[in-house]
């Protein structure tokens, strides 16, 4: 029998639930203090609630009732705030400030992932206010809240998306253009936004073949539109940095929010809160629900952020009234941990830059473009048996390119090197910043030469087939777009073995050369797509550590540098 609690759950003993109820005590008097009542939620919500206000923050655990009910378990009480407003204070003149302290679950959307699934969540909703003051008073909640969890330092990086909402909704494009802008803002991949804002990048998603009606060929977003849009998240620091988006946005009459938004900097300044926020406008949501202010708070050393919030004047009219509203929510257990490494961090200025290098093929294009790049990388094309070289500002953690994404993401390292393929299959929560340009290999799906007919009847007859491959979430990903059903069978190694013993009817792998398929008598059926290796960093550390911006420019410039020194020597 066994004992052990689920995976992602745990139990708190005495000490540490001592200090959580201090912790909370302290938070909960200052949100009283400032007018903030509080409130509960039910654990259980319908789904169909959790849906009506756009994406859902985190997966939430789902499951029948008796009734025949889709249910989910609270991931986030925000949507369950609106709900609750528009349902139960309708026409109540307000303004509302209420308090919270719940517990939310979230399941793992990787399995064996390393995340809590169920953590405390503390926040704050004011609505029925509008305007700067009521948006600096939830962001100055969110430091103060911070500060007395332990975490004095941290940064709140503060951004408005009616800028960007602004510019897509002037820019023409068609609605697949704009949400896939939206969905590489909100998973901050600088090398995708580059992608979509490109004269090559503005193609439909869409086969014309099995979807005819949404094909209008090659989509032409004006060059000063797709411009401001690939500029704006690179737009960060202080005050000068609303200068620099106006100027960026006005010629376009898209200054929507920057007035509000740059008196609620000058408030949070005039606060004292001047040296602790950044204004950076590579924090921004998909989320349909925010409409001004967005705000997120990072501790360096912390892989995800502490907490985030803003302005969401359409969620409530989503259940009913429509009244303005901003927020913000952190988490209890993040705070602590953040604390606690904070007490035991090295005096800052004496950390080194910790980056994370792949072994094998991306070895060596890797070590010189961080040559290239400026950094010391003695010992590094030689490092024998040993994990880590430090170097004078900088620790190199080798690792396997597989891995690279889970050291990034779960902080073990700042940043980092692999293909566009392992962070495809691991799916971290991390910052894409460079395409680098080598390590091209493609991924197909491959089956033996003469079996096409053998396939297909297959298929016919089982209305399935079968599929060998290491990159089970690509795999899958990939027939999804099809609409084709498989069986994915995960291999380690000798892939193309599968097909050969009968064991699987094709496989999915990268290629370079295509000469081992060759070789196995193999044929390619199916590009799946294109890889190359990408340097990315932790979401924290990259709003934190001006080191990985300034490393990311350099690199960028080397990937560059090639493609105009052809073209140098073309002219």
């Known amino acids: 029998m066994n004992f052990a609690t689920p995976a992602g759950f745990r139990d708190v003993l005495s000490e540490e639930a001592q200090q959580r109820e201090l912790i909370a005590r302290a938070v909960q008097d200052r949100f009283a203090s400032c007018g903030y009542a509080p409130i509960e939620t039910p654990t259980l919500e319908a789904m169909d609630v959790m849906r009506a206000s756009?994406?859902?923050?985190?997966?939430?655990?789902?499951?029948?009732?008796?009734?025949?009910?889709?249910?989910?378990?609270?991931?986030?009480?925000?949507?369950?705030?609106a709900r609750m407003v528009a349902t139960r204070l309708p026409g109540q003149p307000g303004p509302f400030r209420f308090r919270y302290m719940q517990r939310v679950f979230r399941e793992a959307e990787v399995e064996l992932q390393a995340a809590a699934r169920e953590l405390t969540q503390m926040g704050?909703?004011?609505?029925?206010?509008?305007?700067?003051?009521?948006?600096a008073e939830v962001v100055g909640l969110l430091a103060e809240a911070l500060s007395l969890a332990g975490v004095r330092d941290c940064t709140m990086a503060l951004a408005t998306v009616g800028v960007l909402r602004a510019l897509l909704e002037a820019s023409g494009a068609p609605a697949w253009w704009k949400e896939q802008v939206l969905d590489a803002y909100h998973a901050s991949n600088f090398v995708e936004l580059d992608r979509?804002?490109?004269p090559e990048g503005a193609v439909p998603p869409v086969d014309p073949v099995s979807n005819p009606?949404?094909?209008?060929?090659?989509?032409?977003?004006?060059?000063?539109?797709?411009?401001?849009?690939?500029?704006?998240?690179?737009v960060r620091g202080g005050r000068e940095a609303i200068d620099e988006v106006r100027a960026l946005v006005a010629p376009l009459g898209c200054e929507d929010g920057l007035d509000d938004f740059a008196r609620t900097y000058d408030l949070l300044a005039q606060a004292g809160l001047g040296a602790r926020i950044l204004v950076d406008f590579s924090v921004m949501s998909s989320f349909d629900y925010y409409t001004g202010i967005v705000f997120e708070a990072y501790a360096p050393g912390v892989g995800a952020p502490l907490g985030s919030g803003g302005r969401y004047d359409n969620m409530i009219a989503a259940y009913g009234q429509s009244?303005?509203?901003?927020?913000?929510?952190?988490?209890?257990?993040?705070?602590?941990?953040?604390?606690?490494?904070e007490r035991a961090a090295v005096p800052e200025g004496e950390r080194p830059l910790r980056v994370a290098v792949p072994k094998g093929s991306l070895n060596p294009?890797?070590?010189k473009a961080l040559a290239d790049a400026g950094l010391d990388v003695s010992g590094l094309a030689d490092s024998g048996r040993q994990l880590i070289i430090s170097n004078p500002g900088v620790d190199y953690v080798i690792v396997r390119p597989t891995d690279a994404p889970v050291f990034?993401?779960?902080?073990?390292?700042?940043?980092?090197?692999?293909?566009?393929?392992?962070l495809l299959e691991a799916s971290p929560d991390v910052v894409e910043l460079v395409d680098l340009r080598f390590g091209a290999c493609r991924f197909v799906v491959a089956e033996p030469a003469g079996a096409a007919e053998a396939t297909a009847a297959h298929h016919r007859e089982l209305g399935s087939i079968r599929v060998a491959t290491k990159y089970p979430r690509i795999t899958q990903a990939h027939y999804a777009k099809t609409g084709t059903q498989v069986e994915i069978v995960k291999l380690h190694g000798n892939i193309e073995l599968a097909p050969l013993t009968g064991m699987a009817e094709r496989i999915v792998d990268i290629t370079a050369t295509g000469t081992t398929l060759k070789e196995?008598?193999?044929?390619?059926?199916?590009?799946?797509?294109?890889?190359?290796?990408?340097?990315?960093?932790?979401?924290c550390a990259f709003r934190t550590d001006a080191r990985i911006v300034q490393l990311a420019q350099a690199l960028q410039q080397g990937a560059d540098a090639p493609a105009s020194q052809q073209n140098a020597e073309q002219e």
Do not use: H, W, Y
Request: charged share 20%; proline share 7%; with cysteine.
């Open 520 to 539: 196995n008598d193999l044929v390619v059926v199916e590009e799946v797509l294109s890889s190359t290796a990408r340097f990315f960093a932790n979401a």
């Open 54 to 81: 756009g994406r859902l923050p985190g997966s939430p655990f789902k499951f029948f009732d008796s009734q025949g009910d889709l249910l989910a378990m609270r991931p986030d009480v925000t949507l369950q705030v």
């Open 124 to 135: 704050v909703e004011c609505i029925g206010v509008s305007g700067p003051e009521a948006d």
């Open 196 to 198: 979509l804002t490109s």
């Open 213 to 234: 009606d949404r094909f209008t060929g090659r989509v032409a977003v004006p060059p000063v539109f797709a411009a401001a849009i690939r500029a704006l998240p690179r």
């Open 408 to 422: 990034v993401a779960l902080g073990a390292a700042d940043c980092g090197v692999c293909g566009k393929d392992s």
């Open 365 to 367: 294009g890797t070590i």
């Open 323 to 341: 009244r303005p509203a901003a927020g913000f929510a952190f988490f209890l257990e993040q705070a602590m941990a953040a604390a606690a490494r």
